[in-house]
């Protein structure tokens, strides 16, 4: 297992690396460099030159490479044009926010997804296979950002159940502790603190997981279709082994394979893409910011994102590898 773990970890540096060097190409070849983007479309000549010069982009391709590498691994992602701070300063701030709702909604997707996914399976053609079916490919059908706002507008404005916007009331005087609303409450024993926190989560979490849902009943059911016609399954029921052993060792165990897979991914992209879903409700995270971010061509806190989001699927990816290695012993021997 260690051996795997460290092989992964190797595999992770020529990834990275890869990536910093299209993000500083792409970096060089903006729209009047980097210096526009900063300044403004209306800046002079002699201003540019001046930003140039103070950001080192008047020194070689190799050298401002250099100085790049050594600023992402320092953890310099540079400063925010929109609010002057750092800007790994603002991602450490705002990320608690989203690693909450992302959590939280593919924790729904996969409690609800897996169980419905391979219920369908095993009553293919019922009223509960079409019905999985149907309503997957409607979840897949629906824009995120779409569902925040039905959801929003039925139970957070007309029903008043839920919150509409934030992640807590500001009545409320939490605790900060590590940045996560729920866990703070939870060691201090601000318990209201967290419940409100998680009232705050429901809809957002909902509206995010619906795509995960979706691609998770979808594949659950796929991949149980096909483990529970296999020769190893029909060898089980042959010697006489009890059904439930049999759904579970040999059916499940062996489905969760692809599903795990679809889990890592979806996890990743759940963190990268939760910004139409925090804007809907200010919820205050990483998406909420980049979007602003993308608004006011804040190219610090764009490259920082990349690189973090970036780091966030490598890092998930090899959770996904040791997982594997868990659910199929195989896997360690190769």
């Not at 092989?7 to 993000?23: A, D, K, M, N, Y």
């Not at 916007?165 to 024993?189: E, M």
């Not at 994102?305 to 780091?311: G, N, Y």
Request: aromatic letters at 8%.
């Amino acid at each position: 297992m260690l051996r795997l773990v460290v092989r992964r970890l190797l595999q992770l540096i020529p990834t990275l690396l890869g990536l910093s060097v299209l993000l500083f190409l792409w970096l060089d070849r903006l729209p009047g460099g980097p210096a526009s983007a900063i300044l403004g479309e209306k800046a002079t000549e002699a201003e540019v030159a001046r930003i140039n010069r103070a950001l080192g982009l008047d020194q070689p391709v190799y050298v401002q490479y250099w100085r790049f590498l050594k600023r992402i691994a320092e953890l310099d992602l540079g400063t925010s044009t929109q609010t002057g701070q750092p800007v790994w300063d603002e991602f450490v701030l705002r990320f608690p926010a989203t690693v909450e709702l992302s959590l939280l909604a593919i924790l729904i997707a996969v409690v609800v997804g897996v169980p419905l996914g391979y219920f369908a399976a095993r009553n293919r053609g019922g009223w509960l296979d079409v019905s999985a079916v149907s309503g997957s490919l409607v979840g897949i059908c629906i824009p995120v950002f779409f569902l925040a706002l039905i959801l929003k507008g039925i139970f957070a404005v007309e029903l008043g159940v839920f919150p509409s916007y934030g992640r807590q009331d500001t009545g409320i005087n939490a605790t900060d502790v590590t940045g996560f609303a729920v866990l703070d409450g939870i060691l201090t024993g601000e318990f209201d603190a967290s419940w409100d926190a998680i009232m705050h989560l429901i809809l957002p979490s909902i509206a995010l997981a619906s795509i995960p849902l979706a691609v998770i009943v979808r594949m659950t059911r796929a991949s149980v279709l096909e483990v529970q016609d296999e020769d190893y399954v029909r060898t089980a029921e042959a010697k006489g082994l009890k059904r439930s052993v049999i759904r579970s060792r040999h059916v499940l165990r062996n489905a969760m394979l692809p599903v795990v897979t679809a889990v890592g991914l979806l996890t990743g992209s759940l963190l990268s893409g939760a910004v139409l879903t925090e804007s809907v409700f200010s919820f205050g995270g990483i998406g909420s910011f980049i979007r602003t971010a993308i608004d006011g061509r804040d190219y610090p806190v764009l490259v920082g994102f990349i690189m973090f989001i970036a780091l966030i699927y490598v890092l998930i990816n090899l959770l996904v590898d040791l997982a594997y290695s868990l659910i199929d012993p195989r896997v360690r021997v190769h």
